[in-house]
T-cell receptor, first 113, second 108 residues
Framework: NAGVTQTPKFQVLKTGQSMTLQCAQD?????MYWYRQDPGMGLRLIYY???????DKGEVPNGYNVSRLNKREFSLRLESAAPSQTSVYFC????????????FGQGTRLTVV | TQLLEQSPQFLSIQEGENLTVYCNSS?????LQWYRQEPGEGPVLLVT?????EVKKLKRLTFQFGDARKDSSLHITAAQPGDTGLYLC????????FGAGTTVTVRA
C-alpha cells in the first residue's frame, strides 16, 4: 500500500547542476502537486496538474519545470540549481482538484551548495 | 503574501490546556481543509469543512468554518503531548494552497 512515493529522499547538489525529483502514486488519482516547504512558510505550491495532460503554475514556479508523464507520475526538474532552492520538496495527489483529500509523499530534502 | 493567513505562528502550552488556531483570508472559499504534519512526514488531512457556519468535531478537536466562508478555526480541548505538530489550513478550490502553519507544542 505505497500511496505516494518520492525519490530520492535526500540530495545534495552543487550550484548550477540539474536534477529531477520523481513522484508516483498508485491511487488512480487525477490531480498531482509539487510543493516546497521552508521554515515559517508552510507549503508553497510550485506546480500542479489537475488531470493527466495538464500542468499549471503555482505560487513559486520560477526555476522549476514539471512533466506529467502519465496518470501515475509527476516529475519536478531543476535545470540549474541555486542555493535558494534548498528546501524540502513534497509531492501530493488527490482524486480531484476540489474538496478531496490530498495524500503526501515523505518528502525530498534537497541541499544546494 | 499567502492567500491564507494563520495565527499564531507558534503556540506552546501545558498538557490539559485548551488552544485555538485561526485561519483567515479575504477570499471566499467553497471549502477549507485542516492538515497536521509531524517532523519528517508529509501532512495528513484532519477535516474538510464545506458549509458556512459548519462545526465539525473530531474527538478533542473542533473545527469551525466561518459564516462568510472566509475563515476557519481549530480548537483543541485538554491538549495532550500527542497533539504536538504543525497545523496547516488549506483551500482546495481547483489548486490546493496552504497557509504558513501554526507550530503547536504541548508540554507534559
Amino acid at each position: 500500500n505505497a500511496g505516494v512515493t518520492q525519490t530520492p529522499k535526500f540530495q545534495v547538489l552543487k550550484t548550477g547542476q540539474s536534477m529531477t525529483l520523481q513522484c508516483a502514486q498508485d491511487m488512480n488519482h487525477n490531480s498531482m502537486y509539487w510543493y516546497r516547504q521552508d521554515p515559517g512558510m508552510g507549503l508553497r505550491l510550485i506546480y500542479y496538474s489537475a488531470s493527466e495532460g495538464t500542468t499549471d503554475k503555482g505560487e513559486v514556479p520560477n526555476g522549476y519545470n514539471v512533466s506529467r508523464l502519465n496518470k501515475r507520475e509527476f516529475s519536478l526538474r531543476l535545470e540549474s540549481a541555486a542555493p535558494s532552492q534548498t528546501s524540502v520538496y513534497f509531492c501530493a495527489s488527490s482524486r480531484g482538484p476540489q474538496k478531496t483529500e490530498a495524500f503526501f509523499g515523505q518528502g525530498t530534502r534537497l541541499t544546494v551548495v | 503574501t499567502q492567500l491564507l493567513e494563520q495565527s499564531p505562528q507558534f503556540l506552546s502550552i501545558q498538557e490539559g490546556e485548551n488552544l485555538t488556531v485561526y485561519c483567515n483570508s479575504s477570499s471566499v472559499f467553497s471549502s477549507l481543509q485542516w492538515y497536521r504534519q509531524e517532523p519528517g512526514e508529509g501532512p495528513v488531512l484532519l477535516v474538510t469543512v464545506v458549509t458556512g457556519g459548519e462545526v465539525k468535531k473530531l474527538k478533542r478537536l473542533t473545527f469551525q468554518f466561518g459564516d462568510a466562508r472566509k475563515d476557519s478555526s481549530l480548537h483543541i480541548t485538554a491538549a495532550q503531548p500527542g497533539d504536538t505538530g504543525l497545523y496547516l489550513c488549506a483551500a482546495n478550490d481547483y489548486k490546493l494552497s496552504f497557509g504558513a502553519g501554526t507550530t503547536v507544542t504541548v508540554r507534559a
